[in-house]
């Protein structure tokens, strides 16, 4: 788990370079369509990592709960998790 907290703080850190990449964009004046090709690569960033993030739960944490016999919580965070992943 360690190597994926590093690997997705890395990643993090890339996007956070993109959304500073943005700002300066906007406050110089670049064209709209630039700046939103920019926008789209952030938020196709920050879904890859959402979705690392949901398999490694899904894949870890809820098959413990299950195993463990808390499978009434384990369905309350899958249907939350389904229902954060459709907004």
Aim: net charge positive.
């Amino acid at each position: 788990m360690k190597h994926d907290n590093e690997k997705l703080v890395r990643r993090l850190k890339i996007i956070e370079g993109q959304v500073r990449g943005l700002q300066n964009m906007i406050e110089g004046g670049t064209y709209c369509i630039d700046v939103i090709t920019q926008t789209s690569a952030v938020k196709q960033a920050l879904s890859s990592i959402e979705n690392d993030l949901m398999k490694g739960h899904l894949g870890h944490c809820l098959v413990n709960q299950i195993k463990s016999g808390q499978t009434e919580k384990a369905t309350k965070e899958i249907l939350k998790v389904y229902q954060l992943k459709r907004k």
